[in-house]
DNA sequence: GGAGGCCTCCAAAGCGCTTTGGATGGTTGC
DNA sequence: GCAACCATCCAAAGCGCTTTGGAGGCCTCC
């Protein structure tokens, strides 16, 4: 069932169903009645390809994924792309995603351009100075960074998470249990969002005097392994740190296998702050989460993303929009008073 | 720049154009070949949405995710679209995600059928029985389910990991350690993967005549408190197990801090297998690995499964094509004897 | 030398929708 | 009674590509 097929049973021209459907105004409140019930007795659905040659119009938002060279794909990605999809298929919205080797990235905006594939575009893990911004505004293609970078925030639209802020926080609340040896274990520091965390550390220690010690700031992917060895490592030496700050659960899972080892117990041996994407396979939940996290939902920026790109694409008006978000911090079993005997370390 | 606007610059009508291009022989090669020279300086990509207006393909594949009522997204699909993202960027195809709740999941397949959005679909996590695959039938959708259900195998085309098998061997693998209190910590068993392993322990305890203990299966979402809690319970009973089992390796990072919190070393006193999906975000690699697994790469799934399905649409023959995999068995520091004391335990 | 065949190329008709630019007929205002 | 004006509807021209059904020219073969 097609438009045409549909107008000749209505005896109407296309003309005049589709704009019945559409919604506009030029259209008798009785025919366009009659279209809408014709339409669903008959289970006509638009054609959406037809639909978008003719308008130029993708209803489509694009996801460009890189394969960095270690080949790790970003796992929350995937908690994103769950609060994003959920807004996309209520406005129905499709979202399309390309996966494609980091050297490439540049070329898949150009070809979704090109191609008009989409009518917008998420910008995912913004490094420091992302040249992936300057390329949207030059293809003057709709985006919104799950992020920032380091140009003026007036100048794109984007959603972040106040980083600085909570690794303060975090950095603060060891501070005030007696900590002076806090180690944080970062995401590469080339990312934004990792850099504003050590800023954050970095600021907290700064306020109150204690000294920054470079061999307690490791920064890496943001995998199980990373916590465990750099815990190892750290401990072996001596003038251990007696809390360490991680930016994932998994991370923290890996510092805890390593306390674990040792036999100690964290929250009262070690403390262990970590950030809390809130991914739904990493549970830190109950009555007492296992983990003090700064905790902030990945999945509802994705969420919030989506809407603010949706507006953004639909509204004439095209300025810049910004939300930053702050993070909770919610204490659990992990952490606790600095030992007496370590306190200054 | 358009068809029509290339063709008027090497005055030649559209249609030759248009079959150099798309390599039709009824073009002369030195025509084809200057037809692709301009193409290529003039920086002319074909509108893909008039393209498929035309020719009524999609070249897309469409991913449909349901979100479940416990709100998990699943972390392997991420993987697995890495995979599939990577030969759909190479042979040019798109792929769309429909994140859907759970109850919707139908509809999602009926309208990316009714509005033509897409050439075939990847089935993700196939249930015992699953409904999906008839509606794909009964749609006339293109199909690769990623896992099998519980239908004859020659009906639908899948590609799978031999879930049985790997099961099977972990635990013989287990038993000729001595082990014979050995725990099975599954995936939710509605879904046919983890049927399938729980059906391959089973079988190997039978064929050494151990007995099965209800006791020692459990069977929930692969998150890392299962691990931990399950453990946590198994060895505080009396006659816990030697040697645990489980489906993923976050399940096993779990039992780790469950074993590590009781001062228990993997490896020595009780083994630990985890089936590993070689997640780029949970490395089980190094000189030794952590855990001794069954490994099969879920990436590599993920682009057979996209290659089958492309194939299965641009050919003419539609039968249903099928791949089962084996997965590799690697021995890592997580596995030893059973302690004598135990050995019978 | 004319029929038949092959190699190249092209005009034009779609694909299914939107949208521009009227047409039609009934109302209104003076 | 006539012009101006709405409210409704429609024909037709795109959107940018593919594909059908030739057309024209040259070669071959008897």
New binding site residues.
């Given amino acids: 069932?097609?438009?045409?097929?549909?107008?000749k049973l209505l005896?109407?021209?296309?003309?005049?169903?589709?704009?019945?459907?559409?919604g506009?105004?030029?259209?008798?409140?009785?025919?366009?009645e009659r279209v809408t019930a014709a339409a669903r007795k008959y289970g006509?659905?638009?054609?959406?390809?037809?639909?978008r040659?003719?308008?130029?119009?993708s209803h489509t938002i694009g996801h460009v994924i890189p394969i960095s060279g270690h080949q790790m794909i970003n796992p929350i990605f995937a908690e994103f792309m769950a609060g994003a999809g959920e807004v996309y298929s209520t406005r129905s919205y499709d979202s399309i995603l390309s996966v494609v080797p980091e050297t490439e990235e540049a070329d898949a905006y150009r070809t979704l351009v090109a191609n008009?594939k989409v009518d917008g575009v998420i910008v995912h893990g913004p490094h420091i100075n992302d040249y992936r911004i300057d390329l949207l505004q030059e293809l003057g293609l709709p985006f919104v960074v799950h992020g920032r970078d380091t140009r003026p925030e007036s100048e794109y639209s984007w959603l972040d998470m106040n980083n600085r802020r909570a690794f303060l926080r975090a950095t603060d609340f060891l501070l005030d249990l007696g900590h002076r040896r806090i180690a944080l274990l970062n995401g590469i520091e080339t990312h934004n969002f990792a850099a504003r965390r050590h800023q954050g550390y970095q600021d907290a220690l700064t306020r109150r005097g204690v000294p920054y010690d470079p061999a307690l700031v490791f920064a890496a992917d943001m995998v199980e392994p990373l916590g465990y060895d750099s815990t190892r490592k750290m401990l072996a030496d001596d003038n251990p740190p007696t809390a360490i700050i991680t930016s994932s659960i998994m991370v923290a899972l890996g510092v805890l296998r390593a306390t674990g080892e040792l036999g100690l117990h964290s929250g009262r041996d070690i403390s262990i702050i970590t950030h809390d994407d809130d991914l739904s396979y990493l549970p830190n939940g109950g009555a007492v989460p296992l983990f003090t996290a700064t905790r902030s939902s990945v999945r509802g920026a994705g969420r919030r993303c989506a809407e603010m790109l949706m507006d953004i694409i639909e509204s004439a008006d095209r300025s810049p929009q910004h939300e930053l978000w702050e993070a909770d911090l919610t204490v659990g079993r992990s952490t606790g008073p600095c030992p007496e005997g370590l306190k200054y370390g």
Wanted: charged fraction near 20%.
């Fill in positions: 069932m097609n438009l045409k097929e549909l107008a005896e109407l021209s296309p003309t005049t169903v589709s704009r019945a459907l559409n506009y105004p030029e259209v008798n409140a009785n025919t366009r006509y659905a638009p054609n959406q390809v037809a639909k040659l003719a308008t130029g119009r008009r």
